[in-house]
């Protein structure tokens, strides 16, 4: 919350705050080939504190009038790999500020998904995609003046 109004009082009159974050649902795993899904299955253990917070701060900070919400709407966010191991270097080093608090049996379960996604790309054959979809959230919000 201080963070909404410490922009909300940074921001010139006419301008904007651009929120950008994923929603919490969790992110997907998929094998694609040739536009068809092959398989498809939720990352396990996926942690959704942190979201849960950032939407609870943006909606207090309009129900107290800092911010008024112009224009919201969610798009797909994925990203694509040839492997799973591929896959997860990129996801590694994006998420490389991220606390990293995994405990033993999270780590088995990611483990265990990796293998599935490598055996459904070896099932699928030569060009085969690996895609880590996730849903993002993105609003235009206009400072209330009083």
């Given at each position: 919350?201080?963070?909404?109004?410490?922009?909300?009082r940074?921001?010139?009159?006419h301008?904007?705050?651009?929120?950008?974050?994923?929603?919490?649902?969790?992110?997907?795993?998929?094998?694609?080939?040739?536009?068809?899904?092959?398989?498809?299955?939720?990352?396990?253990a996926?942690?959704?504190?942190d979201?849960?917070?950032?939407?609870?701060?943006?909606?207090?900070?309009?129900r107290?009038?800092?911010?008024?919400?112009e224009r919201?709407?969610t798009?797909?966010?994925?990203?694509?790999?040839?492997?799973?191991g591929?896959?997860r270097?990129?996801?590694?080093d994006?998420?490389?500020?991220?606390?990293?608090?995994?405990?033993?049996?999270?780590?088995?379960?990611?483990?265990?998904?990796a293998?599935?996604?490598?055996?459904?790309?070896?099932?699928?054959?030569?060009g085969?995609?690996?895609?880590?979809?996730e849903?993002?959230?993105?609003?235009?919000?206009?400072?209330?003046?009083?």
């Amino acid at each position: 919350m201080h963070a909404l109004e410490e922009i909300h009082r940074l921001l010139r009159p006419h301008g904007r705050l651009i929120d950008i974050r994923p929603v919490r649902d969790a992110p997907v795993i998929k094998v694609i080939r040739a536009g068809k899904v092959l398989f498809a299955e939720a990352v396990p253990a996926h942690d959704d504190e942190d979201y849960r917070q950032a939407d609870a701060a943006v909606a207090k900070a309009v129900r107290r009038h800092l911010f008024a919400v112009e224009r919201r709407t969610t798009f797909d966010f994925p990203t694509y790999a040839a492997s799973i191991g591929e896959l997860r270097e990129y996801l590694e080093d994006a998420n490389a500020y991220e606390d990293r608090a995994d405990d033993r049996a999270t780590a088995a379960q990611q483990a265990a998904l990796a293998a599935r996604v490598e055996q459904a790309i070896r099932a699928a054959g030569k060009g085969a995609e690996v895609v880590h979809h996730e849903w993002a959230r993105i609003a235009r919000l206009r400072p209330v003046r009083r």
